[in-house]
């Protein structure tokens, strides 16, 4: 079986900064796989070069054993992510977005509207679901924009600083989001800078530093 993710050698400069020097990591499925590190650690990029946002200068990003660049509708619909800001549309509500979202990544009309529903009342969006997204709070924004990113229930699930701007309900929900995904298979990438977070959910966690990775620690 392929790996759900993997970074091989991977380099990224931009005009004299090295955003990811001879970066690698693997994510499998079921797997939780934490990066830690510090605002400017590689940790974004690395992600973007993922999702297919950067291209390279060396090295590969795969998603499920096909880079990113040549991945298939097919492939692509097994994603879900959010990378630098949430997903949505200003002048939808929240229950238009997370239909949207769901209708992009191939689910029927009905399906949509369903898986909509599931996750406003899995994250507790219930009393803004009418509401456009341009008028939410940051953490209600957040939690949207997880909504849009699993509605589909993705095989693959990469997640840029997911606890900024979520209260400590947002983050449990959040917690109990990412362990159902890995739970029905799907391989989960979650950055942060906050290590004893991730250290509750995470199977790996690897730390980086000025674009490398510097080591591996064991969570719990």
Same mark, same amino acid.
């Given at each position: 079986?392929?790996?759900?993710?993997?970074? !091989?050698?991977?380099?990224?400069? *931009?005009?004299?900064?090295?955003?990811? +020097?001879?970066?690698?990591? +693997?994510?499998?499925?079921?797997?939780?796989?934490?990066?830690?590190?510090?605002?400017?650690?590689?940790?974004?990029?690395?992600?973007?070069?993922?999702?297919?946002?950067?291209? %390279?200068?060396?090295?590969?990003?795969?998603?499920? /054993?096909?880079?990113?660049?040549?991945?298939?509708?097919?492939?692509?619909?097994?994603?879900?992510?959010?990378?630098?800001?949430?997903?949505? *549309?200003?002048?939808?509500?929240?229950? #238009?977005?997370?239909?949207?979202?769901?209708?992009?990544?191939?689910?029927?009309?009905? &399906?949509?509207?369903?898986?909509?529903?599931?996750?406003?009342?899995?994250?507790?969006?219930?009393?803004?679901?009418?509401?456009?997204?341009?008028?939410?709070?940051?953490?209600?924004?957040?939690?949207?924009?997880?909504?849009? #990113?699993?509605?589909? !229930?993705?095989?693959?699930?990469?997640? =840029? &600083?997911?606890?900024?701007? %979520? =209260?400590?309900?947002?983050?449990?929900?959040?917690?109990?989001?990412?362990?159902?995904?890995?739970?029905?298979?799907?391989?989960?990438?979650?950055?942060?800078?906050?290590?004893? &977070?991730?250290?509750? $959910?995470?199977?790996? $966690?690897?730390?980086?530093?000025?674009?490398?990775?510097? /080591? &591996? %620690?064991?969570?719990?």
């Amino acid at each position: 079986m392929s790996a759900a993710l993997a970074l !091989r050698n991977a380099t990224k400069a *931009y005009g004299e900064h090295d955003a990811l +020097t001879g970066f690698s990591l +693997t994510v499998e499925p079921g797997q939780i796989r934490a990066i830690v590190g510090l605002n400017g650690a590689g940790k974004t990029t690395a992600m973007r070069a993922l999702v297919g946002q950067t291209q %390279l200068d060396a090295g590969q990003a795969l998603l499920l /054993g096909t880079p990113i660049a040549a991945a298939s509708a097919s492939h692509l619909a097994q994603l879900g992510y959010v990378v630098d800001e949430p997903f949505g *549309y200003p002048e939808l509500t929240v229950f #238009a977005n997370i239909v949207m979202a769901a209708r992009l990544h191939g689910l029927a009309k009905e &399906e949509a509207r369903v898986a909509a529903h599931e996750w406003i009342d899995q994250l507790d969006l219930r009393q803004w679901a009418d509401r456009k997204a341009r008028g939410l709070s940051l953490g209600n924004r957040q939690r949207l924009g997880l909504a849009c #990113a699993v509605a589909h !229930r993705p095989g693959v699930l990469i997640l =840029d &600083e997911p606890t900024n701007a %979520l =209260d400590p309900a947002g983050v449990l929900l959040l917690r109990d989001c990412l362990l159902d995904a890995a739970a029905r298979g799907a391989g989960v990438l979650v950055s942060s800078h906050h290590l004893d &977070e991730v250290s509750r $959910i995470a199977h790996a $966690i690897t730390v980086v530093h000025a674009g490398r990775v510097i /080591g &591996e %620690l064991e969570p719990g």
